[in-house]
């Protein structure tokens, strides 16, 4: 069982950045792939970016790209989403997800954890 706990969510004016984080518990942090998605409500959850599990492999939603980097740090169980030159429709909840995996998926059901999740809200 894998715990997943967000933070770094916040209020931000559009063109400012933030920046979560999603700390796991459990000592295999390593094997499982990492992931970024957010969710509208009424909205399906839209993937925004994933890690494999050694940081070779990233990829990032074309909506995203450029704007929002994930990176992870293995010996801290703790998985980042860099999120900047935001803009208002980025406002949403965002939220961490696991997936043991050897590489790095984009669907979300190919993630076994979730998180609870964290707002961003980005003002115009």
């Known amino acids: 069982q894998v715990q997943l706990i967000e933070s770094g969510g916040g209020l931000v004016q559009a063109g400012g950045s933030l920046r979560l984080s999603c700390a796991a518990s459990?000592?295999?942090?390593?094997?499982?792939?990492m992931g970024w998605f957010r969710q509208a409500p009424g909205e399906e959850r839209e993937f925004v970016a994933t890690?494999?599990?050694?940081?070779?492999?990233?990829y990032y939603a074309d909506s995203v790209k450029g704007r929002f980097t994930i990176s992870r740090d293995n010996a801290k169980n703790t998985v980042y989403l860099q999120m900047n030159s935001l803009k208002p429709e980025d406002t949403t909840v965002y939220y961490c997800?696991?997936?043991?995996?050897?590489?790095?998926?984009?669907?979300?059901?190919?993630?076994?954890?979730w998180g609870q999740g964290t707002q961003v809200t980005v003002s115009s």
């Open positions: 997800a696991a997936a043991r995996a050897g590489w790095a998926p984009r669907k979300s059901y190919n993630y076994d954890y």
């Open positions: 459990g000592r295999t942090f390593s094997n499982y792939a």
């Open positions: 890690i494999s599990g050694n940081s070779v492999s990233t």
